[in-house]
């Protein structure tokens, strides 16, 4: 195109795919790119036979800048102030992006964000070897604190903010039409929410974490410290050991370092290819952050750019399965099963659970292959700091390829195979006390358990199995049901009356959904009390809800049961006192009253009557009082389906595709009776 043609807003595929080059024969998989190392740099070659015809988000264009003087005024200002040639306003943009928002874990993303912009800018140019490329400034997104704010009301925007994210990045990616972005990530939500965005874009991207927090020290005890510590003496009748944990739990600056939702996502998008294995468990203020790693990001993102290839070549249906069974072999939070059907969507994908692993397939490869490999903070006793120390996920990563249990075939952002990337950064072995071997597992079970039954037909409960600390009897809890009608009245009670608790309740919070909240807040404050409860006194308290839990939380606590109450769910017709059944060998959840039909049409009627008196909304529902709470309350879809916010419930998905099987089976070298396909 000549020079004067190009018109703002007007989109083009670029760069233009190159041509399908097959470097060598190898046998055919699920993946659209491969690639080997030759001599340091990657090469890529297109298999035509996995690239079926028909509509691809890969199509999007990239917005050029005209020569019209009024739209060219500002563009070439931007580039004198960034120090860039204003020749080069004319080429596709490049950029970076960062998440931000009130709490440690976001202080270090704009030192982070300039190391970065800084590396981008000394690459960009026209001189032999530089990028010919537009640079924009640096922007960046808004969430709120799961620290901070967990126990309160504000914790319903926590994972709205996985939504904000994404819709910010949209603005941003679609409207300045960028051809290639480094995103550097903090804290739980905006992570996905970046995730989402980079493959709804589809254009090169990678992601960073902005790294993990270091573990504080109790000074009177030398007890390492987080802020599940902090969470778990909110409770003790001594104001100033709460005062001392409080000042010594979270110093520094970063997210939260125990396996919780910020580490297992991390490692999530690590594994599916979006972000280099090596850069997940370094610390927020480790120098490679702003030293080593803006070079190497700025390195891949050109390659990729060079290469065309692009965020939905690597998030591929195998790639999501070897990512959901690491999360199992770290232990990983509960959210996991939350943000993975979002991730799945904004891949193409419309439902996970149908199109990329059934519920039965991952209750399988958790209960009989995938054991937990991390002695790792809520379960055990390490944070991520030491998981970097002794050779970083990548140590996982090995250990579970050696064993048969991930498709190292699967496309990076690197530019390699899962499997050449292994190889190259060379980790070493599981030490065995940090990082365990698959055939001598911390724990020989994965850490997740998805439950079905009559009260969750959605089978989307979930238990974090890696959690527990007692209450199965043969991999059963029965317990007497204690409702409660939200989170604040089960605080209330944990504050006034604890003795009130007794052995095997079974607390239910409900109208905390996704809708009924709005925005299906995760409870770290009252698990962590009735973890410190039960231990003080031996005894064993369950929960469940239709919200959600903190990677913090431990105990015997299911999440996510759906259909949640808000929307008539069965947990909306438990009454007090009424037995519940949590039957691990069944992966059911179970109430026996529930079990008589007559029983559960009279509560069925008695809660219609309540919502039709009250206007067609609950009266145990929050109040949605701002924007983003009434979006939330009629649009957000299930927990199964990510959770997201959607008009009218319907699950909406940019180019959808179909989930292509590479007949990669998961197995485990070690337990060889358990190879199972799906």
């Given at each position: 195109?000549?020079?004067?043609?190009?018109?703002l807003?007007q989109?083009?595929?670029?760069?233009p795919?190159?041509p399908?080059?097959?470097?060598?024969?190898?046998?055919?998989?699920?993946?659209k790119?491969?690639a080997?190392a030759?001599?340091?740099?990657?090469?890529?070659?297109?298999?035509p036979?996995?690239?079926?015809?028909?509509p691809?988000v890969t199509?999007?264009?990239?917005?050029l800048?005209d020569?019209?003087?009024?739209?060219?005024a500002?563009?070439?200002?931007?580039?004198?102030?960034?120090g860039?040639?204003?020749?080069?306003?004319?080429?596709?943009s490049?950029g970076?992006?960062?998440?931000?928002g009130?709490?440690?874990?976001?202080?270090?993303?704009?030192?982070?964000?300039?190391?970065?912009?800084a590396?981008?800018?000394?690459?960009i140019?026209?001189g032999?070897?530089?990028?010919?490329?537009?640079?924009v400034?640096?922007?960046?997104?808004i969430?709120t604190?799961?620290?901070i704010r967990n126990?309160t009301?504000?914790?319903?925007y926590?994972l709205?903010?996985?939504?904000?994210?994404?819709?910010?990045?949209?603005?941003?990616?679609?409207?300045?039409?960028?051809?290639g972005?480094i995103?550097?990530?903090a804290?739980?939500?905006?992570?996905?929410?970046?995730?989402?965005?980079?493959?709804?874009?589809?254009?090169?991207?990678?992601?960073?974490s902005?790294?993990?927090?270091?573990p504080g020290k109790?000074?009177a005890t030398?007890?390492?410290?987080?802020?599940?510590s902090?969470?778990?003496?909110?409770?003790?009748?001594?104001?100033?050991?709460?005062?001392?944990?409080a000042?010594?739990?979270?110093?520094?600056?970063?997210?939260c370092?125990?396996m919780?939702?910020?580490?297992?996502?991390?490692?999530?998008?690590?594994?599916?290819?979006?972000?280099?294995l090596?850069?997940?468990?370094?610390?927020?203020?480790?120098?490679?952050?702003?030293?080593d790693?803006?070079?190497?990001?700025?390195?891949?993102?050109?390659?990729?750019i060079?290469?065309?290839?692009?965020?939905?070549?690597?998030?591929?249906?195998?790639?999501?399965r070897?990512?959901?069974?690491?999360?199992?072999?770290i232990?990983?939070?509960?959210?996991?099963?939350?943000?993975?059907?979002?991730?799945?969507?904004?891949?193409?994908y419309?439902?996970?659970?149908?199109d990329?692993?059934?519920p039965?397939?991952?209750?399988?490869?958790s209960?009989?292959?995938?054991?937990?490999?991390?002695?790792?903070?809520p379960?055990?006793?390490?944070s991520?700091?030491?998981?970097?120390?002794?050779g970083?996920?990548q140590?996982?990563?090995?250990?579970?390829?050696?064993?048969?249990?991930?498709?190292?075939d699967?496309?990076?952002?690197?530019?390699?195979?899962?499997?050449a990337?292994?190889?190259?950064l060379?980790?070493?072995?599981?030490?065995?006390?940090?990082?365990h071997?698959?055939?001598?597992?911390?724990?020989?079970?994965?850490?997740?358990?998805?439950?079905?039954?009559?009260?969750?037909?959605?089978?989307?409960?979930?238990?974090?199995?890696?959690?527990?600390?007692?209450?199965?009897?043969?991999?059963?809890?029965?317990?007497?049901a204690?409702?409660?009608?939200?989170?604040?009245?089960?605080?209330?009670?944990?504050?006034?009356?604890?003795?009130?608790?007794?052995?095997?309740?079974?607390?239910?919070?409900?109208?905390?959904?996704?809708s009924?909240?709005?925005?299906?807040?995760?409870?770290l404050?009252?698990?962590?009390?009735?973890?410190?409860?039960?231990?003080?006194?031996?005894?064993?308290?369950?929960?469940?809800?239709?919200?959600?839990?903190?990677?913090g939380?431990?105990?015997?606590?299911?999440?996510?049961?759906?259909?949640e109450?808000?929307?008539?769910?069965?947990?909306?017709?438990?009454?007090?006192?009424?037995?519940?059944?949590a039957?691990?060998?069944?992966n059911?959840l179970?109430?026996?009253?529930?079990?008589?039909?007559?029983?559960?049409?009279?509560?069925?009627?008695?809660?219609?009557?309540?919502?039709?008196?009250?206007?067609?909304?609950?009266?145990?529902?929050?109040?949605?009082d701002?924007?983003?709470?009434?979006?939330a309350?009629?649009?957000?879809?299930?927990?199964?389906?990510?959770?997201?916010?959607?008009?009218?419930?319907?699950v909406?998905?940019?180019a959808?595709?179909?989930?292509a099987?590479s007949?990669?089976?998961?197995?485990n070298?070690h337990?060889?009776?358990?190879?199972?396909?799906?």
């Amino acid at each position: 195109m000549a020079d004067g043609d190009d018109v703002l807003g007007q989109r083009r595929d670029w760069p233009p795919r190159k041509p399908p080059q097959i470097l060598h024969p190898r046998r055919h998989t699920s993946h659209k790119i491969r690639a080997r190392a030759v001599h340091g740099t990657a090469r890529l070659a297109f298999l035509p036979e996995t690239r079926p015809e028909g509509p691809k988000v890969t199509e999007s264009k990239i917005v050029l800048i005209d020569r019209h003087p009024g739209r060219s005024a500002q563009t070439i200002g931007m580039a004198r102030v960034l120090g860039t040639d204003p020749e080069l306003i004319h080429e596709p943009s490049v950029g970076v992006v960062g998440t931000k928002g009130d709490s440690q874990c976001y202080l270090g993303v704009v030192e982070k964000v300039d190391a970065i912009h800084a590396a981008l800018k000394s690459r960009i140019g026209k001189g032999e070897g530089q990028l010919k490329l537009r640079l924009v400034q640096p922007e960046y997104t808004i969430a709120t604190s799961d620290g901070i704010r967990n126990g309160t009301r504000e914790m319903r925007y926590s994972l709205i903010g996985r939504e904000v994210t994404n819709d910010a990045l949209c603005e941003h990616l679609e409207a300045s039409g960028l051809a290639g972005t480094i995103a550097v990530v903090a804290c739980d939500k905006p992570p996905v929410g970046t995730l989402a965005a980079l493959l709804e874009h589809d254009q090169p991207g990678i992601i960073m974490s902005d790294g993990t927090i270091r573990p504080g020290k109790d000074p009177a005890t030398g007890e390492a410290l987080d802020i599940v510590s902090a969470y778990q003496v909110a409770g003790h009748p001594d104001p100033e050991l709460r005062h001392r944990i409080a000042c010594n739990a979270c110093p520094g600056i970063g997210s939260c370092g125990g396996m919780f939702t910020y580490n297992t996502m991390q490692t999530f998008i690590g594994v599916v290819g979006m972000q280099p294995l090596h850069m997940v468990a370094a610390p927020s203020d480790d120098p490679r952050r702003t030293k080593d790693f803006p070079a190497e990001l700025v390195g891949h993102l050109a390659r990729m750019i060079e290469t065309g290839l692009r965020p939905r070549d690597i998030v591929v249906r195998d790639s999501l399965r070897n990512a959901v069974i690491v999360s199992m072999a770290i232990g990983g939070s509960t959210n996991v099963v939350l943000h993975v059907p979002e991730i799945a969507r904004a891949a193409g994908y419309a439902d996970f659970w149908k199109d990329v692993m059934t519920p039965e397939e991952f209750n399988h490869l958790s209960q009989h292959v995938v054991p937990v490999l991390t002695n790792a903070r809520p379960y055990g006793k390490y944070s991520m700091v030491d998981i970097d120390r002794v050779g970083g996920i990548q140590v996982i990563v090995r250990e579970l390829l050696d064993a048969g249990l991930l498709n190292g075939d699967v496309m990076t952002c690197t530019g390699e195979t899962l499997a050449a990337q292994v190889a190259r950064l060379a980790p070493p072995r599981a030490d065995g006390e940090v990082i365990h071997s698959v055939e001598k597992p911390y724990k020989p079970t994965g850490g997740l358990r998805m439950l079905g039954g009559n009260l969750s037909p959605d089978f989307s409960a979930i238990l974090k199995l890696a959690g527990v600390e007692g209450g199965l009897e043969d991999n059963v809890f029965r317990g007497r049901a204690r409702v409660f009608e939200g989170e604040r009245g089960l605080l209330e009670a944990l504050d006034k009356a604890p003795d009130s608790f007794r052995n095997h309740d079974m607390i239910i919070v409900r109208y905390e959904g996704p809708s009924g909240a709005p925005g299906m807040p995760e409870m770290l404050d009252p698990t962590s009390r009735i973890t410190t409860l039960c231990r003080e006194r031996g005894i064993v308290v369950a929960l469940m809800t239709d919200a959600r839990f903190s990677g913090g939380s431990v105990g015997l606590v299911i999440g996510h049961v759906g259909p949640e109450a808000a929307l008539g769910g069965p947990i909306a017709f438990i009454e007090d006192g009424d037995e519940i059944v949590a039957d691990l060998n069944a992966n059911t959840l179970d109430c026996t009253a529930l079990k008589d039909q007559a029983t559960l049409a009279r509560r069925k009627a008695a809660w219609e009557k309540a919502v039709a008196a009250n206007g067609g909304i609950h009266p145990n529902c929050g109040i949605a009082d701002t924007r983003l709470l009434h979006r939330a309350r009629h649009m957000a879809v299930p927990a199964v389906r990510g959770g997201g916010l959607h008009p009218g419930r319907d699950v909406w998905v940019r180019a959808p595709r179909a989930a292509a099987r590479s007949g990669f089976v998961p197995s485990n070298h070690h337990r060889p009776g358990a190879r199972k396909a799906f």
